[in-house]
């Protein structure tokens, strides 16, 4: 096994285990919140994402479900990575995050754009497992573009 591929397992129990932002939010007068369901149907992955927006910031960012390990451990990651940035910010890592899963394993990983996001690089050793991986991060860009719909990656 490669470093890379030790960090990604290592990094996947940890998150699993002790979820960051893991909780329901509570709403406030103070800013909006929106709330995106995820469901990927096919594997069982269920989570809700919730967005509490201060104009274009990320205020607070939570989500709250079940599902694998490697969906939990991304939405835990997921939520302290894009928690302070502007929509736009999360939007862009979003994309990052979106086309570094997506890419063949050949491709070598930016590190300096995704930082300790690189470690979900080994996702793409397991291409089934992308779908897992980016589930609370299409609820999280939903929640922010205001979209409707509940979000799958099937």
Same mark, same amino acid.
């Given at each position: 096994m490669t470093m890379l591929t030790d960090l990604y397992q290592e990094t996947i129990?940890?998150?699993n285990k002790s979820p960051k932002n893991f909780r329901t939010m509570e709403l406030s %007068? @103070? !800013?909006p919140t929106y709330t995106k369901e995820g !469901?990927?149907?096919l594997c069982g992955d269920h989570f809700y994402v919730h967005v509490m927006l201060n104009e274009s910031k990320i205020h607070d960012i939570a989500?709250? *479900?079940s599902g694998c390990a490697i969906s939990k451990? %991304? *939405?835990s990651i997921m939520t302290a990575a894009v928690k302070g940035k502007y929509v736009e910010e999360a939007e862009q890592l979003f994309h990052e995050f979106? @086309?570094?899963v997506m890419s063949d394993v050949s491709i070598p990983i930016d590190e300096t754009k995704l930082g300790k996001l690189v470690v979900f690089g080994g996702v793409r050793e397991f291409p089934m497992r992308v779908k897992c991986a980016t589930l609370c991060?299409?609820?999280m860009k939903a929640a922010i573009n205001g979209e409707d @719909?509940?979000?799958t990656t099937e």
């Open positions: 129990l940890e998150h %007068s @103070d !800013y !469901y990927n149907p989500f709250q *479900g451990a %991304s *939405g979106h @086309d570094m991060w299409h609820a @719909d509940t979000v």
